[in-house]
C-alpha cells in the first residue's frame, strides 16, 4: 500500500512523531510505500538541525534524517507553518533577511499543496497529532 | 502537480476552538490553498470545533486579546467552491449554540450521519 504520513506535533512535546516514526519504520519493513512525510503545525520543529536533546534517549530529528536516507523518503515541512515557527532553510533565510538558517539533513520546506498532493496520490493518508 | 482527473473526498475534521490553539487557523489555511486542487471538500465541526463557526468573534486588542479575527475566512470559502459544512448535532446542543449562531449556512448531523460521512471519504485530514 502507498502512505502518506501527516506529523501535526513537535518532538518531545507529543508522541505523535515517535508514532509517526514507529508506523513509517513499520510500514516500510513491511514493503510498503511512504509517498511524503508531512509536517504541519508544530510538526515542522522536527526538522530543526539544532535540537541537542538528552544523549541517554532517542535524537528525534537525527532518527528522521537517518531513516529517510536510508529509504528515499520525501520529508517536507510546511513553509507557512515553518516561517510561523522560525524554521528555515538557507533560501529562505536570504529571502526573510534572517541572519541563520536550521533546517536537518533530509528535511525540505515546501507549501501546502505538497500535503494535498500527497492525499491524492497515495492510498492512505494517516494523521499522527493531539 | 495535479493529477489530472483524480478527484477524492477530502475530509477536514475541526474539533478544537479558534484562538486558544492554532489547529483551527491552520486548518483553514489547508482548506484555502487546497482549493486549488478541485477535489471532493467538506468540512466538519465537532466538539469546540463548532465555536470555529461561531459569530461575532471579538478579537482586537481593545476587546482583550489582540488576535486576527479569522472568522470571515469561512463565509469567503463559497467563493473557492468549498460549500459543504457539516456541523455535529450533539455538539451543538452540548454548548448551547443554534445554526443561527453561526456566521455561515451549515447541514447538522447526528452522530450517525456524522460516521457515515467519514466512511464516505478518501483523506480525512485531522488538525
Given at each position: 500500500m502507498k502512505f502518506a504520513i501527516l506529523v501535526n506535533e513537535g518532538p518531545y512535546q507529543h508522541q505523535a512523531s515517535d508514532s509517526a516514526y514507529q508506523f513509517t519504520k513499520a510500514a516500510l519493513e513491511k514493503g510498503?510505500?511512504?509517498f511524503r512525510v508531512f509536517f504541519y503545525h508544530d510538526g515542522v520543529?522536527?526538522?530543526?538541525?539544532l535540537t541537542v536533546p538528552p544523549?541517554?534517549?532517542?535524537h528525534i530529528v537525527n532518527r528522521w534524517s537517518e531513516l529517510a536516507k536510508e529509504h528515499s523518503l520525501d520529508l517536507v515541512l510546511c513553509i507557512a507553518a515553518a516561517q510561523r515557527r522560525g524554521m528555515l532553510d538557507e533560501n529562505e533565510a536570504k529571502r526573510q533577511k534572517k541572519d541563520a538558517n536550521n533546517i536537518a539533513e533530509g528535511f525540505r520546506i515546501s507549501g501546502l499543496g505538497q500535503l494535498i498532493e500527497a492525499g491524492i496520490q497515495s492510498e492512505r493518508l494517516m494523521v499522527f497529532g493531539d | 502537480m495535479e493529477e489530472e482527473g483524480v478527484v477524492k473526498k477530502f475530509l477536514y475534521l475541526n474539533r478544537k476552538a479558534p484562538y486558544g490553539t492554532i489547529y483551527a487557523l491552520e486548518s483553514l489555511e489547508v482548506v484555502l490553498i487546497g482549493a486549488a486542487f478541485e477535489q471532493d471538500v467538506s468540512l466538519a465541526f465537532i466538539d469546540d470545533g463548532?465555536?470555529?463557526?461561531?459569530?461575532?468573534q471579538k478579537t482586537s486588542v481593545s476587546d482583550g486579546?489582540?488576535?486576527?479575527?479569522?472568522?470571515?475566512t469561512y463565509r469567503a470559502l463559497e467563493g473557492y467552491d468549498v460549500e459543504k459544512l457539516y456541523v455535529d448535532k450533539k455538539s451543538m446542543e452540548e454548548r448551547g449554540?443554534?445554526?443561527?449562531?453561526?456566521i455561515v449556512p451549515v447541514e447538522v448531523l447526528e452522530d450517525t450521519k456524522m460516521a457515515e460521512l467519514m466512511e464516505e471519504q478518501d483523506v480525512v485530514f485531522s488538525f
Amino acid at each position: 500500500m502507498k502512505f502518506a504520513i501527516l506529523v501535526n506535533e513537535g518532538p518531545y512535546q507529543h508522541q505523535a512523531s515517535d508514532s509517526a516514526y514507529q508506523f513509517t519504520k513499520a510500514a516500510l519493513e513491511k514493503g510498503h510505500d511512504i509517498f511524503r512525510v508531512f509536517f504541519y503545525h508544530d510538526g515542522v520543529n522536527n526538522g530543526s538541525r539544532l535540537t541537542v536533546p538528552p544523549q541517554d534517549d532517542r535524537h528525534i530529528v537525527n532518527r528522521w534524517s537517518e531513516l529517510a536516507k536510508e529509504h528515499s523518503l520525501d520529508l517536507v515541512l510546511c513553509i507557512a507553518a515553518a516561517q510561523r515557527r522560525g524554521m528555515l532553510d538557507e533560501n529562505e533565510a536570504k529571502r526573510q533577511k534572517k541572519d541563520a538558517n536550521n533546517i536537518a539533513e533530509g528535511f525540505r520546506i515546501s507549501g501546502l499543496g505538497q500535503l494535498i498532493e500527497a492525499g491524492i496520490q497515495s492510498e492512505r493518508l494517516m494523521v499522527f497529532g493531539d | 502537480m495535479e493529477e489530472e482527473g483524480v478527484v477524492k473526498k477530502f475530509l477536514y475534521l475541526n474539533r478544537k476552538a479558534p484562538y486558544g490553539t492554532i489547529y483551527a487557523l491552520e486548518s483553514l489555511e489547508v482548506v484555502l490553498i487546497g482549493a486549488a486542487f478541485e477535489q471532493d471538500v467538506s468540512l466538519a465541526f465537532i466538539d469546540d470545533g463548532v465555536y470555529q463557526l461561531k459569530k461575532d468573534q471579538k478579537t482586537s486588542v481593545s476587546d482583550g486579546i489582540g488576535v486576527k479575527d479569522f472568522s470571515k475566512t469561512y463565509r469567503a470559502l463559497e467563493g473557492y467552491d468549498v460549500e459543504k459544512l457539516y456541523v455535529d448535532k450533539k455538539s451543538m446542543e452540548e454548548r448551547g449554540l443554534s445554526e443561527e449562531d453561526l456566521i455561515v449556512p451549515v447541514e447538522v448531523l447526528e452522530d450517525t450521519k456524522m460516521a457515515e460521512l467519514m466512511e464516505e471519504q478518501d483523506v480525512v485530514f485531522s488538525f
